[in-house]
């Protein structure tokens, strides 16, 4: 079964702009979430979804950053207008189960995103 | 709140050295904790975990055991490979859906 796939695997754009992550999750999997990577703040949790709903955004920073799941096989994660501290890693991860005992995350490969 | 902090990197070892990756945490109650490892331009994948008190997780070579006394989850193992060169993250089940992340450790390992 395919992983998770994000695109695009890198990004580069000018401050202002706007930027559009995708991610198709696990077929199956009722879970997914979109983290963020920076050296400085490690990995931090933006939002996730559970069937299609979004349940927790509280990592979300500001109100620059969107996410959206129209469907159980699609999700994007937009940031509008973009500034140079965007620049991180984002990655989706999806889960079958809930996490703890019996769920494990499933990550892709992640977006790098360059904003100049 | 519930934190994981794990040893800082970067670790450097010679191939066949043994490995010891420090990781300890706070939280209510009893958390699961995991071990993910991130490989050159991967995502996470889980390594191992262990969802209660004293359980060991292996996986892989690798092993590490949920001591509550500690409040520790050190990831080991005995003889460590060019390939096991990467990024380590210790992690607890923090309720809900999320899971809490050290801020990883940078693994390289030379021949």
């Known amino acids: 079964d395919a992983g998770v796939i994000q695109s695009p695997r890198h990004e580069v754009t000018e401050m202002g702009q706007e930027v559009t992550l995708r991610c198709k999750p696990i077929s199956g999997h009722d879970y997914l979430f979109w983290y963020r990577q920076t050296m400085m703040r490690g990995l931090e949790l933006l939002i996730y979804f559970n069937n299609n709903v979004p349940i927790d955004d509280s990592g979300m920073p500001e109100d620059r950053f969107s996410a959206k799941m129209p469907n159980a096989s699609f999700s994007t994660l937009k940031i509008q207008p973009s500034e140079p501290r965007d620049s991180a890693v984002y990655f989706c991860?999806?889960?079958?189960?809930?996490?703890?005992?019996?769920?494990?995350?499933?990550f892709g490969e992640g977006s790098r995103l360059t904003v100049l | 709140g519930n934190s994981v902090t794990q040893m800082e990197g970067p670790v450097t070892l010679s191939e066949e050295a043994f490995l010891t990756i420090n990781c300890t945490y706070t939280?209510?109650?009893?958390?699961?904790l995991f071990w993910y490892v991130q490989y050159p331009g991967e995502g996470l994948q889980l390594l191992l975990k262990a969802t209660k008190a004293d359980d060991k997780g292996s996986n892989k070579g690798f092993e590490a055991t949920y001591r509550k006394e500690t409040t520790s989850f050190h990831l080991e193992k005995g003889s460590v490979q060019v390939s096991d060169s990467a990024v380590y993250f210790c992690?607890?089940?923090?309720?809900?859906?999320?899971?809490?992340f050290g801020q990883g450790t940078r693994l390289t390992i030379n021949p």
């Open positions: 992690a607890l089940h923090g309720g809900a859906q999320k899971l809490v």
């Open positions: 939280a209510t109650g009893y958390p699961s």
């Open positions: 991860a999806s889960s079958l189960a809930q996490l703890g005992r019996a769920g494990e995350l499933f």
